[in-house]
């Protein structure tokens, strides 16, 4: 088992910049892969971000890429997501996810049933 909880949400002015913290603990978080998924009201929950287990790996959706950053700390247990020149249509719940998966696949971790364990989300709310 994997408990996750995100932190670091909050309102920020378009442009702005937010830095969303995921720690897990239970099971050891360097044989997870990590994942960023967000979801608005009245849409699909959608992918964000994947990092392998040592990040060195990383992965982003088209419409967050050159402004979000996902990295982790293996010692801290903790993956982050920095969030630069944010937009308006970037408000939406941000969720954390890990994957007991052994191989790391780019393209398949854009998927949420590639995902094991879920956070409980942390609003984001970006003004125009």
């Known amino acids: 088992q994997v408990q996750l909880v995100e932190s670091g949400g909050g309102f920020v002015h378009a442009v702005g910049s937010l830095r969303l913290s995921c720690a897990a603990s239970?099971?050891?978080?360097?044989?997870?892969?990590m994942g960023w998924f967000r979801q608005a009201p009245g849409t699909e929950r959608e992918f964000v971000s994947a990092s392998c287990r040592s990040g060195g790996s990383t992965d982003y959706a088209d419409s967050v890429k050159g402004r979000y950053t996902i990295s982790r700390d293996n010692a801290k247990n903790t993956v982050y997501l920095e969030m630069n020149s944010l937009k308006p249509e970037d408000t939406a719940v941000y969720y954390c996810?890990?994957?007991?998966?052994?191989?790391?696949?780019?393209?398949?971790?854009?998927?949420?049933?590639?995902?094991?364990?879920w956070g409980q989300g942390t609003q984001v709310t970006v003004s125009s």
């Open positions: 996810a890990a994957s007991r998966r052994l191989f790391y696949s780019g393209s398949a971790y854009y998927m949420t049933t590639a995902y094991d364990y």
């Open positions: 239970g099971r050891t978080f360097s044989s997870v892969i």
